[in-house]
Protein backbone atom coordinates (compact mmCIF):
# COMPACT_ATOMS: atom_id res chain seq x y z
CA UNK A 1 0.00 0.00 0.00
CA UNK A 2 1.68 3.06 -1.13
CA UNK A 3 -0.48 5.37 1.51
CA UNK A 4 -0.28 4.15 4.66
CA UNK A 5 -3.28 6.47 5.88
CA UNK A 6 -5.73 4.99 3.65
CA UNK A 7 -8.62 3.46 4.92
CA UNK A 8 -9.46 1.13 2.15
CA UNK A 9 -7.41 -0.16 -1.17
CA UNK A 10 -5.43 -3.46 -1.66
CA UNK A 11 -6.78 -5.81 -3.78
CA UNK A 12 -8.38 -8.26 -0.64
CA UNK A 13 -8.40 -6.23 2.19
CA UNK A 14 -9.39 -3.16 3.99
CA UNK A 15 -7.97 -0.75 6.29
CA UNK A 16 -8.89 -0.17 9.53
CA UNK A 17 -7.47 2.22 12.76
CA UNK A 18 -6.25 0.24 15.74
CA UNK A 19 -7.42 2.27 18.91
CA UNK A 20 -5.52 4.97 20.11
CA UNK A 21 -2.14 4.17 18.33
CA UNK A 22 -3.84 5.65 14.90
CA UNK A 23 -2.04 2.76 13.19
CA UNK A 24 -3.69 0.71 10.40
CA UNK A 25 -4.19 -2.90 10.60
CA UNK A 26 -4.75 -5.18 7.57
CA UNK A 27 -7.72 -6.99 7.79
CA UNK A 28 -9.00 -10.34 5.68
CA UNK A 29 -12.02 -9.41 3.70
CA UNK A 30 -13.87 -12.49 3.29
CA UNK A 31 -13.99 -12.85 -0.71
CA UNK A 32 -17.24 -14.83 -1.11
CA UNK A 33 -19.29 -12.43 0.59
CA UNK A 34 -17.52 -9.57 -1.63
CA UNK A 35 -18.64 -11.01 -4.79
CA UNK A 36 -22.42 -11.98 -3.08
CA UNK A 37 -22.92 -8.24 -2.29
CA UNK A 38 -21.44 -7.18 -5.97
CA UNK A 39 -23.81 -9.84 -7.28
CA UNK A 40 -26.58 -7.71 -5.09
CA UNK A 41 -25.75 -4.74 -7.25
CA UNK A 42 -26.20 -6.87 -10.76
CA UNK A 43 -28.49 -8.50 -10.01
CA UNK A 44 -31.02 -5.37 -9.90
CA UNK A 45 -30.56 -5.40 -13.59
CA UNK A 46 -31.30 -8.48 -14.59
CA UNK A 47 -32.30 -8.06 -17.79
CA UNK A 48 -29.30 -5.89 -18.77
CA UNK A 49 -27.32 -9.03 -17.73
CA UNK A 50 -29.85 -11.80 -19.52
CA UNK A 51 -29.43 -9.42 -22.78
CA UNK A 52 -25.65 -9.39 -22.26
CA UNK A 53 -25.41 -12.49 -22.01
CA UNK A 54 -27.66 -13.51 -25.22
CA UNK A 55 -25.72 -10.33 -27.10
CA UNK A 56 -22.33 -12.21 -26.49
CA UNK A 57 -23.99 -15.51 -27.16
CA UNK A 58 -25.20 -14.55 -30.84
CA UNK A 59 -22.42 -12.37 -31.88
CA UNK A 60 -20.04 -15.38 -30.61
CA UNK A 61 -21.91 -18.08 -32.87
CA UNK A 62 -21.95 -15.48 -35.94
CA UNK A 63 -18.02 -15.07 -35.31
CA UNK A 64 -17.54 -18.82 -34.86
CA UNK A 65 -19.65 -19.77 -38.48
CA UNK A 66 -17.68 -17.23 -40.75
CA UNK A 67 -14.79 -19.92 -40.94
CA UNK A 68 -17.40 -22.93 -41.88
CA UNK A 69 -18.48 -21.19 -44.88
CA UNK A 70 -14.81 -19.99 -45.57
CA UNK A 71 -14.09 -23.66 -46.00
CA UNK A 72 -17.15 -24.53 -48.24
CA UNK A 73 -16.42 -21.60 -50.35
CA UNK A 74 -12.91 -22.95 -50.74
CA UNK A 75 -14.37 -26.73 -51.55
CA UNK A 76 -16.47 -25.22 -54.13
CA UNK A 77 -13.09 -24.28 -55.71
CA UNK A 78 -11.87 -27.70 -57.63
CA UNK A 79 -8.26 -28.18 -58.51
CA UNK A 80 -9.01 -28.22 -62.35
CA UNK A 81 -9.06 -25.65 -65.06
CA UNK A 82 -13.08 -23.91 -65.01
CA UNK A 83 -14.05 -25.98 -61.94
CA UNK A 84 -14.95 -23.39 -59.90
CA UNK A 85 -18.43 -23.11 -58.98
CA UNK A 86 -19.09 -19.23 -58.60
CA UNK A 87 -22.27 -19.20 -56.95
CA UNK A 88 -21.49 -21.03 -54.26
CA UNK A 89 -18.19 -19.65 -53.58
CA UNK A 90 -20.36 -15.82 -53.90
CA UNK A 91 -22.99 -17.06 -52.07
CA UNK A 92 -20.37 -18.26 -48.81
CA UNK A 93 -18.55 -14.79 -49.14
CA UNK A 94 -21.89 -12.75 -48.85
CA UNK A 95 -23.00 -14.47 -46.36
CA UNK A 96 -19.85 -14.14 -44.42
CA UNK A 97 -19.99 -10.55 -44.67
CA UNK A 98 -23.37 -10.83 -44.07
CA UNK A 99 -22.35 -12.63 -40.41
CA UNK A 100 -19.43 -10.62 -39.71
CA UNK A 101 -21.04 -7.62 -39.58
CA UNK A 102 -23.98 -8.92 -37.59
CA UNK A 103 -21.36 -9.90 -35.11
CA UNK A 104 -20.03 -6.40 -35.20
CA UNK A 105 -23.04 -4.96 -34.56
CA UNK A 106 -24.12 -6.94 -32.01
CA UNK A 107 -20.97 -6.75 -30.12
CA UNK A 108 -20.55 -2.84 -30.39
CA UNK A 109 -24.56 -3.33 -28.78
CA UNK A 110 -23.26 -5.81 -25.69
CA UNK A 111 -20.62 -2.79 -25.21
CA UNK A 112 -22.68 -0.67 -24.56
CA UNK A 113 -25.18 -2.52 -22.54
CA UNK A 114 -22.18 -3.37 -20.38
CA UNK A 115 -21.29 0.45 -19.98
CA UNK A 116 -24.70 0.85 -19.11
CA UNK A 117 -24.52 -1.89 -16.51
CA UNK A 118 -21.60 -0.61 -14.99
CA UNK A 119 -22.87 2.99 -15.00
CA UNK A 120 -25.77 1.69 -13.19
CA UNK A 121 -24.28 -0.43 -10.49
CA UNK A 122 -22.15 2.13 -9.80
CA UNK A 123 -24.36 5.31 -9.50
CA UNK A 124 -26.07 2.44 -6.84
CA UNK A 125 -23.41 1.47 -5.01
CA UNK A 126 -22.13 5.91 -5.13
CA UNK A 127 -26.02 6.41 -3.91
CA UNK A 128 -25.71 3.74 -1.06
CA UNK A 129 -22.18 5.16 0.33
CA UNK A 130 -23.75 8.51 0.38
CA UNK A 131 -26.55 6.63 2.69
CA UNK A 132 -24.57 5.31 5.15
CA UNK A 133 -22.10 7.89 5.51
CA UNK A 134 -24.61 10.27 6.38
CA UNK A 135 -25.90 7.72 8.90
CA UNK A 136 -22.25 7.46 10.86
CA UNK A 137 -21.85 9.65 13.74
CA UNK A 138 -19.19 12.78 13.21
CA UNK A 139 -16.64 10.93 15.88
CA UNK A 140 -16.20 8.81 12.20
CA UNK A 141 -15.17 11.99 10.56
CA UNK A 142 -12.97 13.28 13.54
CA UNK A 143 -10.67 10.40 13.46
CA UNK A 144 -9.93 10.22 9.56
CA UNK A 145 -9.03 12.73 7.05
CA UNK A 146 -11.75 13.84 4.73
CA UNK A 147 -9.84 13.54 1.82
CA UNK A 148 -8.70 10.07 2.70
CA UNK A 149 -12.20 9.28 2.89
CA UNK A 150 -13.23 10.48 -0.28
CA UNK A 151 -10.20 9.15 -2.23
CA UNK A 152 -10.71 5.52 -0.98
CA UNK A 153 -14.69 5.77 -2.06
CA UNK A 154 -14.42 7.12 -5.13
CA UNK A 155 -10.90 4.57 -6.00
CA UNK A 156 -13.06 1.89 -4.75
CA UNK A 157 -16.63 2.24 -6.77
CA UNK A 158 -14.41 3.96 -10.49
CA UNK A 159 -12.75 0.05 -9.77
CA UNK A 160 -15.59 -1.62 -9.60
CA UNK A 161 -16.75 0.12 -12.40
CA UNK A 162 -14.28 -0.35 -15.02
CA UNK A 163 -13.95 -3.74 -13.75
CA UNK A 164 -18.18 -4.68 -14.65
CA UNK A 165 -17.30 -2.91 -17.95
CA UNK A 166 -13.85 -4.88 -18.89
CA UNK A 167 -13.64 -8.06 -17.00
CA UNK A 168 -17.52 -8.89 -16.89
CA UNK A 169 -17.49 -8.26 -20.34
CA UNK A 170 -14.26 -10.55 -21.08
CA UNK A 171 -15.94 -13.19 -18.88
CA UNK A 172 -19.10 -12.87 -20.93
Not at 39 to 52: M, S
Not at 68 to 97: E, H, P, W, Y
Request: proline fraction near 2%; charged fraction near 20%; include cysteine.
Amino acid sequence: MANPGMIGGGRFSCMERSGDRRQFEKKKVNIGKLLLRLWRYIGKNRLLVVLALVLSLSSSILNLYGPKLSGQAINAIDLGAGKVDFDTVFRCAGLMVLFYISASALSYTLHAVMLRLSRTVSRQMRHDVFEKMTALPVGFFDRYQTGDIISTLTYDIDTVNQSLSNDLLQIL
